[in-house]
């Protein structure tokens, strides 16, 4: 339970209750019947399901194979483990895959030369292994074997398999490998620095292609909670709040007790947006899906306007709207179709600054709130500390959310110190604190 709290799972008393009265049902003698117990009764979502697996694999890990072969690290003893395992994606044996898996980390991913250095690496044993170089093997046996000829089964759909069973495979060898460091380093450890989390605890500079896709896939669960509350904020709000003098005066009738306390009311009005994005390099997906989070949350504002720079600024507003229905493709998008380079590629947040502030000045207002999204490394140019200045001037609060951590602010070509001492610049480095930040920062 605590792995699993510490990767964000929302687990309480009754969740765990829960988990106790279903493991009593199961019993503990059939293990994926635990797995299944504990997942029907401890998670939240389908996007939690793979951290799940993965922390119980490390807990609950398979026995490992008796009698289980012994290699010498030698070419014919690969070949021969490679042979048996396309007789196991063959016939996708998965009881046979688990036993290759222990072998094969056991055999191939052992690292260090002594008893207290040694470790375990699924890296190192895949490389060996190259289990996805079998995958025509594969494909020319299950043809060969027989009731296995259909004609309306495709070979895109028979390859789809195969790869389904080799991505199964090296996940098994992951396991196998984490299994065998927890055992020295200790599970908790493991399941805390060795596990990945869910989409939206990785880091936005370190997710890759696949991460970044799954992270626009919770663009509108995200939004649709958010909008929900800053919906609860503004009804709070427009209730009021009390007017302390003229309570005071009120309850001068009642004998100074305030039993009808006065309400300072305002006038309900939703604020303007503005976000001004850096897309370049590793924080440009940082910036275009907190982008599609805002598109998708443009009713809670009476106006949302989109900038994005390299160095150079154009308003991409437009595109964001046209980008809603293929998220995948808007960042490549915007880099085709707005102005956002001038005379080389690299990011100047001192001339986009500036050119933003002269350009684009009747954006800014006494209700305009700005997000500044990037993380302020100017490649050793001017940062223009009065463009920004001037930027905060005109507006009614500018937050500047950086995606690296603090310790990194201000070493190398970073002038976020710089900045952060004219406008509120905070650390936002997942989609977890993104979602946190916006329901906090963003007024109603």
Partial sequence: MGALRAHGFGIGTG??????????????????????????????GETQRPVFDRVFD?????????????????AGDLAALRDRLAEALTAGDGAALDRLAAEAVGGFGGYGSGPESDGWSSYQTLSRLRPETLLARVRQRLRAAPGEEDPEFTDRLLDDEI???????RERVRAEARHRVAERQGRDLVARRAVAGTADTVDFLLA??????ELRRTVRPLARKLATRLAARRRRAARGEIDLRRTLRRSLSTG??????????????????????????????????????????????????????????????????????DPAGLGDRILAEAELTGWHGQSDYGTALGEFADRYAEALGPRTVVFVLGDARTNGSDPNLAALKRIADRSRRVHWLNPEQPSLWGTGDSVAPAYAGLVEMRPCRNARQLGALIGRLLPV
Avoid: K, W
Wanted: glycine share 8%.
């Fill in 163 to 169: 790869r389904r069973r080799i991505e199964a495979f």
């Fill in 208 to 213: 890759g292609r696949a991460q970044l896709d």
């Fill in 256 to 325: 100074g007790v305030p039993v009808r306390p006065v309400l300072r009311r305002r006038p309900p009005r939703r604020p303007e947006l503005v976000l001004l994005c850096d897309v370049s390099g590793s924080v440009a997906g940082f910036a275009q899906f907190t982008m599609l989070l805002v598109q998708a949350l443009h009713d809670q504002f009476s106006r949302v306007r989109v900038f994005a720079f390299v160095n150079r600024v154009d308003e991409v507003t437009g595109l964001i709207a046209r980008g809603a229905a």
């Fill in 58 to 74: 490390l807990y609950f890990p398979l026995g490992h194979a008796q009698g289980a072969e012994t290699y010498e690290n030698t």
């Fill in 15 to 44: 969740e765990t209750v829960d988990a106790g009265h279903a493991l009593a049902a199961v019993g503990f003698t059939d293990r994926e019947r635990v797995r299944e117990a504990l997942a029907a009764t401890l998670l939240h």
